[in-house]
């Protein structure tokens, strides 16, 4: 019976970790979709003095994305651990590994910080 359970476990551990990779990455693409569009935007009004709050507005979304990020290599982590756990109590010789999407968000961490950099010196 218990290992039944574990299996279940491990199933649904499973299913979170896809489900997790995918809004990952449905999220980063719609969020710099997002900035791209506001930032031609910026540059084809710059002229204009309301232009510069667009700028602010893309340091938000990227100060926000940069701690959304952080929380989930956190949560990953969190969910390594129990895959690993369950992996050792099914005696599994392999489980999934988080360390392609945690090097993407580590990656993109990098980029929304020179990013934000970017985007404060063109509003100074």
């Known amino acids: 019976m218990s290992e ?24 980063l693409g719609f969020i710099y979709t997002l900035i791209s569009g506001l930032m031609t935007f910026y540059f084809v ?32 982590n969190n969910l390594n651990d129990e895959l690993k756990e369950i992996s050792q109590e099914l005696k599994l010789a392999r489980y999934p590994s988080i360390k392609p999407i945690k090097y993407f968000l580590f990656s993109n961490d990098f980029i929304s910080v020179m990013a934000i950099v970017i985007l404060v010196k063109l509003f100074i």
């Not at 039944?4 to 999220?27: C, M, P, T, V, W």
């Open 45 to 76: 009004y710059k002229a204009e003095e309301s232009a510069k709050y667009i700028l602010i507005v893309c340091i938000c979304i990227l100060v926000i994305l940069f701690i959304l990020s952080i929380f989930s290599i956190y949560l990953l």
């Open 4 to 27: 039944l359970n574990l299996e279940k476990r491990y199933e649904i551990d499973i299913g979170l970790y896809k489900h997790f990779n995918q809004l990952i990455l449905s999220a």
